[in-house]
C-alpha cells in the first residue's frame, strides 16, 4: 500500500483509538516502530504532544501515577516518549512470591509472621535489595502463570536471630504473574523452594475491571490540536 493510502486509510480511526492502539503496545514494539513504521507513524512517535497524553492515559490510576506525571511537567528535556517507554518497563519486575490464601484490600494494612525457610529467604532478598523496606507479591490464590495476585509494599519488619520475621504489609497494586519459577533456598536442603516471578504491575481500573472497559477508557485532550497533528503529518507521508 502506497505511504498516502496508507495514511488516508488509519487517519478514518477516531483520535483516541490512534492513542489507545499506541498505548497497549509493548516497550520493545515501541521502540522498533519508528525505525519500521509508515511515515505517518514515524512522525506519530516524535509527537511530543501525542506522547504526553500518553502517558497520562497509561498511568492512570497507578501506583505511582502523581510521582510520574510529577517528573513529566517538571523535565521537559526528557522527551514524554522516552518516559513512557521507560514507565512500561518499570511496570515489569521480577519479585520473590509469598502464598497464602487470605482476603486483602487495597492500601488496608496487615501483617505476617514468616518463619519458613524460603519465606526467611523472601524477606531478606526484599530488604537487601532495596537497602531496605521494598515489595513483594502476595498470592492469594493459586500461583499460576496468568493469574492476578497482590503487591505489598514492607512498611515495617522485625528479623529475630533465627531469620524468622514479624513484617507489617500495605497491599499497594494488583500484577499478573507472566513468568514463574522456583529457586532453591541457600544453605537449606531438603525444604520448598521459593517461588519468583517475573510480573506486570496493573493499574487499579485493570485489576478490577475487564480488559474491554481498559481499552475503552477515555482521553481528554486538546482534540483540534491533536487531529491538526494528525493531518499535518499524513499530508507529509504523502510525499
Known amino acids: ?29 515501541l521502540e522498533l516502530g519508528p525505525s519500521l513504521a ?10 511530543n ?36 517507554i521507560s514507565r512500561r518497563k518499570e511496570n515489569i519486575m ?9 482476603f486483602l484490600m487495597l492500601n488496608q494494612p496487615t501483617g505476617l509472621f514468616l518463619f519458613e525457610p524460603r519465606y526467611r529467604w523472601l ?24 493469574t492476578q ?12 536471630a533465627d531469620g524468622s520475621a514479624n ?6 497494586a494488583k500484577c499478573q504473574l507472566r513468568e514463574l519459577w522456583a529457586e532453591e533456598v541457600p544453605n537449606y536442603e531438603n525444604v520448598p523452594d521459593l517461588y519468583v516471578g517475573l510480573v506486570e504491575e496493573l493499574p487499579f481500573t485493570r485489576a478490577i475491571g475487564s480488559e474491554s472497559e481498559h481499552r475503552n477508557r477515555v482521553l481528554f485532550l486538546n482534540n483540534d490540536e491533536v487531529v491538526r497533528i494528525l493531518n499535518q503529518q499524513s499530508e507529509e507521508a504523502a510525499y
Open 1 to 29: 500500500m502506497e505511504p498516502s493510502m496508507e495514511a488516508g486509510h488509519m487517519f478514518r480511526l477516531e483520535t483516541e483509538s490512534v492513542l489507545n492502539i499506541l498505548s497497549f503496545l509493548t516497550a520493545e514494539e
Open 167 to 172: 513484617v507489617s504489609l500495605l497491599p499497594v
Open 149 to 160: 495476585q497482590w503487591l505489598v509494599q514492607v512498611t515495617d519488619y522485625n528479623i529475630s
Open 94 to 102: 521480577t519479585l520473590p512470591i509469598f502464598s497464602m490464601s487470605n
Open 38 to 47: 509508515s511515515s505517518w507513524l514515524k512522525g506519530l512517535c516524535r509527537d
Open 123 to 146: 524477606i531478606q532478598r526484599t530488604i537487601e535489595e532495596n537497602n531496605g523496606p521494598g515489595i513483594f507479591v502476595y498470592a492469594t490464590s493459586s500461583v499460576a502463570v496468568g
Open 49 to 84: 504532544l501525542i506522547w504526553k497524553n500518553l502517558c497520562v492515559l497509561d498511568w492512570k490510576q497507578r501506583r505511582k501515577e502523581q510521582e510520574w506525571l510529577k517528573f513529566l511537567n517538571e523535565n521537559a528535556d526528557i522527551s514524554p516518549r522516552k518516559q513512557f
